[in-house]
């Protein structure tokens, strides 16, 4: 009994070494995760801002805002998952989520 009470508390000293703090966005490299994908999100560019919101709430980390280009935001497909979580934060509502097949 002691030895389990013992090992309980290794095991929690070494959870607390490592707690995770927040939730982390990530590109998983090793898995092409825009295959898991039905729908793709499509900008309107001349409606975007620029202002970088889909770009700090994409939970696979893969877009990024070319504030020079016209088309001013790129998408990592192989990794974008078609989870459409950056066309309802815009605040420009210019992001809407079309079928991956291209039928819409
Ligand atoms: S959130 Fe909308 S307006 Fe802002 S950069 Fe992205 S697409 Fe453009
Ligand atoms: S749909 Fe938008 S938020 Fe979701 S993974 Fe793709 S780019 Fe990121």
Redesign the pocket.
């Known amino acids: 009994m002691l030895r389990m009470q013992m090992q309980q508390e290794k095991h929690m000293k070494k959870q607390k070494k490592y707690r995770v703090l927040g939730p982390m966005a990530s590109v998983f490299e090793s898995m092409k ?1 825009g295959s898991w ?1 039905l ?3 499509k900008v309107e560019f001349s409606q975007c801002s620029k202002c970088g919101t ?1 770009e700090r ?7 990024t805002i070319h504030k020079e280009k016209e088309e001013c935001v790129q ?1 990592i497909w192989d ?9 309802n934060v815009c605040p420009k509502d210019c ?1 809407s ?1 079309v079928d991956e097949r291209g039928e819409e």
């Open positions: 995760t994908r729908e793709r999100p889909c709430y994409c939970p696979a980390n893969v877009i998408f990794y974008c998952k078609g989870c459409g979580i950056c066309a992001i989520m």
